[in-house]
């Protein structure tokens, strides 16, 4: 099995999670307003995105976009990983190619720990992709641990470029996030990026 054969309730019943879908996780994050080129390159690439409308179109000239810059509003501290393979435990079905994932390191050549939030392309449909982000979650927290950095919060999203669904892993629970964010609130989706790349917020 790799991430992408993980249904939400394949993976809850695997791992013995439990999930809870009514808090707010995200009520307190300030928004952080997108850069004049950030709103260009959106402006400019959205509705292409939209009439391409396949996974890789969206994650090209949308997701990447976005994350680039919470790299640069995060002094290039962080490292993005796309379309990277992730063999963290094999036998129990945690292995595969994440499409993003980020790391609190500078370090762009090789995959360092600590990994603090996955992120999932989906085309058009977000909740086929809860499980799959769960589990790669779940390898990010094995990685960590086993690099002598573990943090027991690790933050996820499934997302098609347009529409953001966030999700936290903590202890035996996956929190998903009562709301759905939308790319005319790019503000508040950079928000939540960014704060889930400071190490202050994820070991909160």
Not at 77 to 83: E, K, L, N
């Given at each position: 099995m790799s991430y992408s054969k993980f249904t939400l309730s394949t993976v809850t019943s695997q791992f013995d999670l439990v999930t809870d879908e009514t808090q707010d996780i995200f009520a307190k994050i300030q928004p952080v307003e997108p850069s004049n080129l950030l709103t260009a390159v959106l402006n400019e690439q959205l509705p292409l995105a939209s009439a391409i409308n396949t996974e890789k179109a969206r994650s090209e000239l949308i997701i990447m976009p976005l994350l680039i810059e919470v790299r640069r509003r995060l002094?290039?501290?962080?490292?993005?990983?796309?379309?990277?393979?992730?063999?963290?435990?094999?036998?129990q079905g945690l292995e595969g190619r994440c499409d993003?994932?980020?790391?609190?390191s500078p370090e762009q050549y090789y995959i360092a720990a600590p990994i603090l939030t996955i992120i999932e392309a989906k085309n058009e449909n977000i909740p086929s992709g809860l499980g799959q982000c769960i589990a790669t979650m779940l390898a990010a927290r094995l990685f960590n641990e086993r690099a002598g950095k573990a943090i027991d919060t690790i933050y996820g999203a499934v997302t098609t470029g347009s529409d953001w669904k966030f999700l936290k892993l903590s202890g035996?629970?996956?929190?998903?996030?009562?709301?759905?964010?939308f790319i005319k609130e790019v503000d508040k989706i950079l928000g939540i990026l960014v704060s889930t790349l400071q190490l202050d917020t994820a070991l909160a």
């Open positions: 002094q290039n501290q962080i490292a993005i990983f796309s379309g990277t393979s992730f063999e963290v435990d094999p036998a993003f994932m980020l790391s609190r035996d629970t996956a929190f998903i996030d009562i709301n759905n964010y």
